[in-house]
């Protein structure tokens, strides 16, 4: 007669539970991406520099060097739902012999710039895109259409 109420008191259980776990999960794997990052970094940073190298951008100059920050901030597109970490850095460039900045004094001047990295099936990768003239707090401003940032406890 009250075998009924099993079933629906489970269901209403699982739904009562279901956001908490879900967080706690979310936080898992957002502390586990920190930490595989932070552990990785120095590989990271010379993948950045190598892929930023070959992108051929910006016109007419050499990637020189890339200082990193330590710190970073995490977050997540909107539309893959993937983790990007977002890295302080400065650039240096050098022109290019022969080419249309060759001989322009500004090519020396070091450039503030977001690294952006990609959390892809459980591994940091990089495609070299940085975001020139932006720390990271207004890179996610400017992409606020299309990132999140991820709020860590």
Do not use: Y
């Given at each position: 007669?009250?075998?009924?109420?099993?079933?629906?008191?489970?269901?209403?259980?699982?739904?009562?539970?279901?956001?908490?776990?879900?967080?706690?999960?979310?936080?898992?794997?957002?502390?586990?991406?920190?930490?595989s990052?932070?552990?990785?970094?120095?590989?990271?940073?010379?993948?950045?520099?190598?892929?930023?190298?070959?992108?051929?951008?910006?016109?007419?100059?050499?990637?020189?060097?890339?200082?990193?920050?330590?710190?970073?901030?995490?977050?997540?597109?909107?539309?893959?739902?993937?983790?990007?970490?977002?890295?302080?850095?400065?650039?240096?460039f050098?022109?290019?012999?022969?080419?249309?900045?060759?001989?322009?004094?500004?090519?020396?001047?070091?450039?503030?710039a977001?690294?952006?990295?990609?959390?892809?099936?459980?591994?940091?990768?990089?495609?070299?895109?940085?975001?020139?003239?932006?720390?990271?707090?207004?890179?996610?401003?400017?992409?606020?259409?299309?990132?999140?940032?991820?709020?860590h406890?």
């Amino acid at each position: 007669m009250w075998w009924w109420l099993v079933p629906v008191a489970s269901g209403l259980a699982a739904v009562a539970f279901w956001k908490p776990l879900r967080r706690i999960g979310h936080e898992i794997h957002f502390e586990r991406a920190r930490e595989s990052f932070l552990l990785e970094r120095e590989r990271l940073e010379a993948k950045f520099l190598e892929a930023a190298a070959v992108s051929g951008k910006p016109r007419g100059l050499r990637w020189k060097d890339c200082a990193f920050e330590r710190s970073l901030e995490l977050a997540r597109n909107k539309k893959t739902r993937e983790l990007l970490a977002l890295v302080p850095a400065t650039i240096s460039f050098e022109a290019i012999e022969g080419g249309p900045m060759e001989g322009v004094e500004a090519v020396g001047n070091l450039r503030n710039a977001t690294a952006v990295f990609t959390f892809h099936r459980g591994r940091w990768t990089t495609a070299g895109r940085a975001l020139f003239n932006m720390n990271p707090d207004e890179a996610l401003t400017h992409l606020a259409g299309q990132v999140e940032r991820v709020i860590h406890p």
